[in-house]
Each structure stands twice: as C-alpha cells, then as structure tokens.
C-alpha cells in the first residue's frame, strides 16, 4: 500500500491467532495476518506475521505467539509483530498514523497500561482509541440489519467463539454488560490441541505439528445435529465420515489436501503420508456444547447464553434473545448455528422470539465495525493523544480515557 497522509486512521483488531488489519474507510485493504513467528525446527532462519504466510514447509513448524489465554504475555514480541505489520503490510509510518485496536475483555490495569506504553513510547503512534471486539462487531452486524429493534438499541448477546476462549457478551446502548459475561475455556488453540491428542492415538503422531492440525481442522471439521447417531455412523470401514488429509511433501504441495477418493485419487503408497480422520471431525468441536466430554466441567455454550442473559436486568432479556450474534473462528464451522438453536431454543421462554445470526463474516466483523467507529465523525474527541497519555504518566490520576461504548451515545 501507498504512504499515508499524516494522521490517517489504522484499524487493527488483534486476536490471538490472527491480526486483521487495513486502513479505516477502505475495507478493500484489510489483511489478515498471523500473529506469530515460526520457523522449522532445527533452523535457524525464522519468520515473523505476513511472512509466514509464504512458508515453503508447515512440517515440523515452530509458532510462537505474543498472546496466551487471551492476553499478550511477551510484550517485545507483539512489538515487533506489530511494527511489522505497519511497516510492511499496511505501508505507513507507525508515527504518523491515528489507531484504532481491540482489546481483549476484563484486560489487566497492568496490561492496559503497557499497552499505551508501547503504541505511544515504543512504536510511535500519534492517537490510539482502544475497544472491546464484542461491541464492534455488533455495531458491524447493526450496519448491515438495521431494521432489527435490538440493534437500534445497540442490543444483542454477542457470542465470540475466540483463539483462546468463548465469551457470551450481553451489550445494550453499545456498552458490554460486564457483569453478565459469561465465558467458557475453550477456544480454537483449544480445540486444536484436542485434535492433535485424538488422532496421535488413532492415526499419526501429529502433536508436533501445531500449525497443520489447525489448517486440518479449519478443513474437516463440522459440527453435529445428532452426535449419537454420527458416532454410529462412524464405525466400520465404511464411515461416511472417514477422509484422509494427505500431508504436504514440501515441494509440490506444501500444505497438503484431503484425498479426493470421489474423483479416482488413489490412498498414497507410504501410509505415513496420509492422516485419517474419522469421527474426529465432529467430536473436536462438539466440546464447545458438550465441555464435560473432555472434563472440563463447565457449561455448554447454549447453557452459557442463557446465563449471561439471566444475569442481565430483566427487562432486556428479549432483546437479548431476540439478537444472539455468532463472531470468531470457531462459530464458521458447519452446523454451528443449526445446533446452537435447537440447543438454546429449550432454555428460552415461550414467549420470547429468539434469534440467532452468523455474522456476515464471524473472522473480521469486529474490525470492519472498528473501521465504522473511526470513520464516524464523533470519533475525533474519543482518541487518547500522545500529549495526553505523556500528561497522564506525570501525574498521580492519568487522565480518564475514552470509552468505546461513548462513542454511540447520546449527547448530552
């Protein structure tokens, strides 16, 4: 991309497994980048965010990542990630730009605070206005279905199926019901992990191979209507459910791909070089609704809804139902709406309507509502400025920062 005009606005919505990125009025600019280094194992070269990308060999691929359980644990390497990031992929200078960034729920002070010292002291920025991924992605999902009552009245339980957890999050006139959030500790590392230890047992030894369980998984996984009828259907060797991955070669396929029996493509001779998965599948993501089959003793995620909506106040409690929104890696998995629906539709009152909607792309609809924040023109006043985070660390009371959830208010 092209150098930028001083204070031009950057949208960056940091997950744990992935960066979207773009500039602010532009969605044809945003990128998805991983959050990560890798490099194989045994060398010495490695590979930092968008250069991962164009890795040669994902066997054997060490990832680590600035960001555990949800919060960044290595501050130097989320630095240099992000200023690659800047630099490379958007194509601007950190020092001349304005930026908008999710935070994660319930952040530390501790955290917070190192943040804005590393956007202001470390990477440059000139203004940095900081959200909650919930409340933007349903301001994205409210610009796209205005006619809803719920999202006129900035109102919807927000489910974030994340890299590191699932949250349920009541939100009302743009403001997360912090009390009422409800969160289950699973996510896709999560369910990655699950997936390696499954077919380890079963198949291949793939604990090593992180970063190709998680391509794998995106590919073959499916969540089930009926598990009890599929795991029947599983047995034998004639499992409707059986498909065979086979694995890159590191020349000519370099992320591998699932065998294409249907279409005359033959089991390769090496058994080594081919994974089979079978009821894999779908009892990998059956543990978001079902956590205790991996012991885990918490709450379904259908369970989990019903409880950040209960402790909700009494009056929003339609509305809430009436507007369940699905964001996150995880919620794209096939027949992951279908079965939260006639999980949750039990749970809530007959006299209730509820509604459950996939968001109209669950990867980056939190930042393309990012983007609508900044491009708003009362966002101007909601930036924290470097003048005002340098006044802030010289005095005893910094100076109150902006609230996301101001930003739709009212005036009053």
């Known amino acids: 991309m092209s150098s930028m005009a001083p204070h031009q606005t950057v949208v960056m919505d940091n997950g744990g497994c992935t960066i979207k990125v773009g500039l602010a009025g532009d969605l044809s600019s945003l990128r998805m980048i991983p959050n990560c280094t890798a490099k194989v194992k045994g060398e010495r070269q490695g590979y930092i965010a968008d250069t991962v990308l ?147 047992y079963r198949s291949i030894n793939m604990m090593e191979e992180t970063y190709l369980m998680e391509l794998i998984k995106e590919q073959l996984c499916f969540v089930s209507q009926d598990p009890q009828t599929d795991l029947a259907a599983s047995r034998g060797k004639a499992s409707r459910h059986r498909r065979v991955y086979v694995l890159p070669d590191g020349v000519s396929d370099k992320l591998g791909h699932v065998l294409d029996e249907a279409g005359g493509e033959t089991m390769p001779i090496q058994k080594d070089t081919a994974l089979v998965v079978n009821s894999e599948r779908f009892m990998v993501p059956e543990a978001i609704f079902h956590p205790s089959g991996i012991g885990l003793e918490q709450a379904g995620l259908a369970e989990t809804i019903a409880a950040a909506v209960q402790a909700a106040h009494p009056t929003l409690h339609g509305l809430l139902y009436s507007n369940v929104l699905l964001t996150g890696g995880t ?76 930003l739709w208010a009212d005036d009053e």
């Not at 919060?71 to 194509?91: A, C, E, N, P």
């Not at 000139?126 to 999202?151: M, T």
């Open 54 to 200: 164009a890795f040669q060999d994902v066997l054997s691929l060490v990832v680590r990542r600035p960001i555990d359980r949800g919060y960044v644990v290595s501050w130097d390497l989320q630095r240099d990630i992000w200023t690659r990031v800047l630099k490379h992929v958007v194509g601007v200078n950190a020092s001349t730009i304005r930026l908008v960034l999710t935070e994660p729920l319930f952040n530390l002070p501790a955290l917070h605070d190192t943040l804005l010292q590393v956007l202001f002291e470390e990477i440059g920025v000139q203004e940095v206005f900081i959200g909650p991924p919930p409340v933007f992605s349903l301001r994205w999902h409210a610009h796209c279905h205005p006619g809803s009552l719920a999202n006129t009245a900035g109102c919807g339980l927000v489910v974030d199926a994340g890299f590191s957890f699932t949250h349920a999050v009541p939100v009302f006139d743009w403001r997360v019901l912090q009390p009422a959030v409800r969160r289950i500790d699973l996510g896709g590392k999560a369910l990655t992990n699950h997936m390696k230890a499954l077919v380890s």
């Open 331 to 406: 919620t794209t998995c096939p027949g992951f709406k279908e079965r939260l629906e006639s999980e949750l539709r039990p749970l809530v009152p007959d006299d209730y309507q509820l509604g459950v909607f996939l968001a109209d792309d669950p990867l980056t609809c939190a930042w393309k509502g990012a983007a609508l924040a900044a491009a708003d023109p009362a966002s101007s006043a909601r930036f924290i400025t470097r003048a005002q985070y340098q006044r802030s660390t010289r005095t005893t009371t910094p100076t109150p920062e902006p609230r996301l959830e101001d």
